[in-house]
Each structure stands twice: as structure tokens, then as C-alpha cells.
């Protein structure tokens, strides 16, 4: 079956600008999460979506945001781009329930001068 | 809480066999590790549930101390392959308990 599909893999936006992400989990999945990653920083968790609500909230600014759709399709956002927001972005889908795998996308590569 | 992994980084030489640790200062109801090459999205290799359950798919074993909170990753017979960043990923008991992820064990496999 298809794994998880993130639009954009690359872009590059300006400093102040907004930017929207795509994911799409595996087909049957009702979760999704999010995940920031820097170099040197791991995984940092941004926010989950479980059938269209937000699950769980990581520790960031609240220029980030997501929304889940219908579809469990899930985009996030992210206002006032910084230069601190480079990075790659990370979409993981899963059943939701505990103890279930968690599936990584390829992320989109977002890269803010 | 992020969970802590030892080590930060390892060399190792191929045929050779490596541990990677992680622990957690929350009472665990399971524990995932990926791999994640340069350039590349994690790929999963393993989860082990309370209760000594295991699920994974790749010639790797791992071990779940559920008193301690601790888990082991084993690489044996290390091959050039086996070169990547490790993430551990630790869930609690809650149903809405998130997966937080620790900073990542480093691994290179040379010649």
C-alpha cells in the first residue's frame, strides 16, 4: 500500500512569509503527527491530529498550526517564516492507538532566507 | 520528557556489534527505534510493548526493561549498511500519549 506522501519535498521561502505543508498518511490511518528536525536537534514534536482534532500540542510558537481534514489528510502552517524555521518537516502516520508503528514520510525541506 | 540515549555517537568497524541505550524517566508503555540515513526519513525497525511483545522486521533485537524504563537496541555483525542516526521513541500508558523521540545515537560502520 502507499506510504505516507508530503508536498512540497523542497521550498524556499523569505523571511515573514507563510508557508502550508501537505501530508498524506497511509491509507487506513487516523493519526497524524508532525515533526520538526534540525541538524543536531532530533525530532522535535509539533502537534498530532486524530479524526480532525488536535490530539497533542508540542512547545511551539503558536506560528505553527496545523488542521486535520475529513480524508485524515493533514496540512500545517507556518506564519511570519523565521530564519530559525529552516528545517525539515516531518509527517508520521499511524492507527492512533498506543503501541501501533508509527510511518515517516519523506518530510519537505523548507529553507527560510 | 525526551529520553535520554548513550551513546552520542560510535564507530565501528564492519562485523563489529554495537548497543544503543535509552531510558526514560516515565513509566513506558512501549518503545520504537528507527534509523534514519543522511538526507533520508526515519525508517522503522523496531517496537517492543510492555509485556515483552516485539515487532519489527530487520535482523535487530532489542531488549525492554519495563522496571527501569530502559531499552536496548543490538546491532550484531555490523555491516556499512547499518550507518545512520538511531532515534528511540518512547509512548506512556495514556491513549493520547504522544511519541517523543530522543536526541539520536549516531552510528558510522567503516571498512
Known amino acids: 500500500k502507499a506510504g505516507v506522501t508530503q508536498t512540497p519535498r523542497y521550498l524556499i521561502k523569505t523571511r515573514g512569509q507563510q508557508v502550508t505543508l501537505s501530508c498524506s498518511p497511509i491509507?487506513?490511518?487516523?493519526?497524524v503527527s508532525w515533526y520538526q528536525q534540525t541538524p543536531g536537534q532530533g525530532l522535535q514534536f509539533l502537534f498530532e491530529y486524530f479524526s480532525e482534532t488536535q490530539r497533542n500540542k508540542g512547545n511551539f510558537p503558536g506560528r505553527f498550526s496545523g488542521r486535520q481534514f475529513s480524508n485524515s489528510r493533514s496540512e500545517m502552517n507556518v506564519s511570519t517564516l523565521e530564519l530559525g524555521d529552516s528545517a525539515l518537516y516531518l509527517c508520521?502516520?499511524?492507527?492512533?492507538?498506543?503501541?501501533?508503528?508509527?510511518?515517516f514520510g519523506e518530510g519537505s525541506w523548507l529553507t527560510v532566507v | 520528557q525526551q529520553p535520554v540515549q548513550s551513546p552520542q555517537a560510535v564507530i565501528l568497524r564492519e562485523g563489529e556489534d554495537a548497543v544503543i541505550n535509552c531510558s526514560s524517566s516515565?513509566?513506558?508503555?512501549?518503545v520504537h527505534w528507527y534509523r534514519q540515513k543522511h538526507g533520508e526519513a526515519p525508517v522503522f525497525l523496531m517496537i517492543l510493548l510492555k509485556g515483552g511483545e516485539q515487532k519489527g522486521h530487520e535482523k535487530i533485537s532489542a531488549s525492554f526493561n519495563e522496571k527501569k524504563q530502559q531499552s536496548s537496541l543490538y546491532l550484531t555483525a555490523s555491516q556499512l549498511s547499518y550507518s545512520g542516526t538511531y532515534f528511540c521513541g518512547t509512548e506512556g500508558w495514556s491513549s493520547y500519549d504522544k511519541v517523543i523521540f530522543g536526541p539520536g545515537t549516531s552510528l558510522s560502520v567503516i571498512p
Open positions: 491509507s487506513g490511518h487516523r493519526s
Open positions: 508520521a502516520s499511524s492507527s492512533g492507538t498506543a503501541g501501533n508503528t508509527i510511518y
Open positions: 516515565k513509566a513506558l508503555y512501549s
